[in-house]
């Protein structure tokens, strides 16, 4: 299982050429998708559709889920969060 912090998840985000999804009903092929909870909704129980679909990997809060398949889930305590850490880390690499 791989744990969150910004530089591999900058490393699946490249791998994904850049692109990124929240919205498993909308699939975005090869993208990395980020599971987000909402008020009546885990983001978790959509990653398999999601990658069905056809994104690249996905982002959970759910320790088990990623256990099982670190190839195609990587661990987030908090989807939104791990989100957020990407775009610091990506801004960061266009600073002057």
């Known amino acids: 299982m791989t744990t969150m912090t910004p530089t591999p ?8 050429q850049g692109q990124v999804s929240t919205d498993s009903r ?11 909870n909402g008020p009546s909704f885990r ?17 959970v809060d759910d320790e088990a889920l990623a256990a099982q398949n670190p190839a195609q ?7 939104l969060a791990a989100l957020q850490a ?6 960061r690499h266009f600073r002057g």
């Open 86 to 91: 990407l775009a610091r880390e990506h801004r």
């Open 43 to 59: 983001g978790a129980a959509f990653a398999a559709g999601a990658l069905a679909a056809g994104a690249r990997h996905a982002v």
């Open 9 to 16: 998840l900058y490393t699946r985000y490249l791998a994904a």
């Open 73 to 79: 889930y990587t661990y987030a305590p908090d989807p």
């Open 26 to 36: 909308q699939p975005q092929p090869g993208t990395l998708f980020f599971a987000l």
